[in-house]
């Protein structure tokens, strides 16, 4: 019996990397990552100090109410593929293009599915202004959609700096063009602007880059895909809940206190994320296609786990404690004077950064080990607990209702991660109550040594406090890099290239 040729175009999506090779990518990417990270977050934060100013928090509220049914969509219409297309061991190109065409056929449901919400949703929060919105933002579903298998492509074949560099150049674009929508006077729009645009720009670019077409519709097999579809239905659908549990906030601030309620929680929800979203968010690329790659190599992969999670808290955890310290200087000194009441709302939000390494480590080992039902199961636990903890809260007003919610998500969720983590992975518990512990302790710690620190420093003026502030998290963070042998040595390592980059360029 012959055997039946192979297709060429499946050498496209091989794969092997021994695990020095991928310390090697890892560590190069990641360190790209960041400095693309950084770029974006201070993009955006520029952006989200202009369009505050333009637009009041009475119009903004209108593009905030869209927002939680729309990344809800966008997340499912997408079907999670781009987890299974990086953590499978092998994959053909007839079975990538079919998950294409399939993913090509949900996104546009998933986009019709918001046209027809549109009235509905103006009607629920009673405000046509709505309607409108919901069209529009239908097309960056249809849009993301598309550019998911072109994006997972690329972290499967561990192109990161292509591909990080065609979405920061997308994103640095859609956001040009929403500030300048807002100077022009397209309030609430200017938002609306930016999340079509993006994804349209981002498909332009990786497109043609990433050196791979499907073949036609007609030749697709879905049958053939089952299995890469159960385990992405089951991402998917752990991050649309995971979704919806991060939007009920702003959907019973709306509901029960108001559209400038709703405003007010999106916007400082936003801030809150600025942190995780730029730096942690675009790391998971790196790290899921590296854990997928050493699943098979498990004290390769307990190394890299070990050492991602001190690493990531320490980037993360002085963040949190600006935010939880310093939210009303802050807000006085960027935002302005429309949007005072978010101080409380921040100061709560910093819980986001504070639990973000866990959460984010936890979610790619799950990925990487295939334990998408898991997941799963983890973000209805987390939906329940968090949405009661909101509607029980916002009988007393927003701020406590922010309280509640995060929480919640500190004492019940991010526990359960850890142990789901450990019984589908076998990672020791030890191992990874060390590596997470010391630096939770710590930020809680400096969190209130910081709230003293502003108390005694009562009747002197903002910046002095702020100053005092930052002096004194960076003396605490700083001696936590230098009693850690493995971030003192990533820390002299940084510094050293830096300063090699630097004295090549000095002209002779």
Request: proline letters at 6%.
């Amino acid at each position: 019996m012959t055997t039946p040729p192979t297709d060429p175009r499946d050498a496209f999506f091989a794969v092997d990397f021994d695990a020095a090779a991928i310390g090697r990518r890892t560590g190069r990417a990641s360190r790209l990552i960041l400095i693309m990270a950084v770029g974006k977050f201070l993009l955006h934060l520029v952006s989200l100090f202009i369009i505050s100013r333009l637009v009041p928090p009475e119009e903004f509220g209108v593009a905030a109410l869209a927002m939680p049914i729309i990344l809800i969509v966008t997340q499912l219409s997408q079907f999670g593929l781009v987890e299974p297309i990086v953590q499978s061991r092998a994959l053909s190109h007839r079975l990538v293009s079919s998950l294409f065409w399939f993913n090509f056929l949900f996104g546009a449901g998933f986009a019709l599915i918001v046209v027809l919400l549109a009235g509905p949703a103006a009607q629920l929060y009673g405000d046509p202004r709505v309607a409108p919105v919901f069209r529009v933002l239908a097309l960056s579903v249809f849009l993301s959609a598309i550019s998911t298998p072109y994006i997972a492509i690329l972290r499967r074949r561990m192109q990161f700096k292509l591909l990080e560099l065609a979405l920061f150049a997308a994103f640095a674009l859609s956001i040009l063009v929403a500030v300048i929508a807002a100077w022009a006077g397209a309030s609430y729009w200017a938002v609306v602007i930016q999340h079509a645009l993006q994804p349209a720009i981002t498909i332009a670019i990786l497109a043609p880059l990433c050196g791979w077409a499907p073949s036609p519709p007609w030749l697709a097999k879905l049958g053939e895909a089952k299995r890469l579809l159960k385990f992405g239905g089951h991402v998917a659908l752990a991050g649309v809940v995971a979704r919806i549990g991060q939007s009920v906030p702003t959907i019973v601030a709306g509901r029960f206190l108001g559209i400038e309620a709703a405003g007010l929680y999106y916007r400082s929800f936003t801030i809150a994320q600025l942190v995780p979203q730029r730096a942690i968010a675009p790391l998971a690329s790196v790290f899921v296609a590296s854990l997928s790659r050493l699943q098979d190599q498990p004290e390769d992969y307990r190394r890299m786990v070990e050492r991602m999670l001190p690493r990531m808290s320490v980037l993360l955890m002085p963040v949190g404690v600006l935010l939880a310290t310093l939210p009303d200087v802050m807000v006085r000194y960027t935002l302005g004077p429309n949007w005072v009441e978010t101080a409380p709302l921040i100061a709560w939000m910093s819980v986001v950064i504070i639990q973000a390494p866990v959460f984010s480590v936890g979610n790619w080992i799950l990925i990487s080990v295939g334990a998408s039902r898991a997941m799963l199961n983890f973000a209805v636990f987390g939906l329940v607990a968090t949405t009661a903890a909101a509607l029980i809260g916002v009988r007393y007003g927003i701020e406590t209702m922010t309280a509640a919610y995060m929480l919640s998500s500190l004492f019940l969720r991010m526990p359960s991660l850890l142990v789901l983590a450990h019984r589908h992975s076998g990672l020791p518990y030890g191992g990874l109550l060390r590596a997470c512990g010391i630096d939770l302790a710590l930020v809680l710690g400096t969190i209130a040594a910081m709230l003293g620190l502003r108390a005694a420093l009562a009747g002197y003026g903002d910046l002095i406090q702020a100053a005092a502030v930052c002096l004194a998290i960076a003396l605490i963070y700083g001696a936590r890099i230098l009693l850690d042998p493995v971030l003192r040595l990533d820390a002299w390592g940084m510094l050293y290239k830096i300063a090699s980059r630097l004295s090549r360029r000095r002209p002779v």
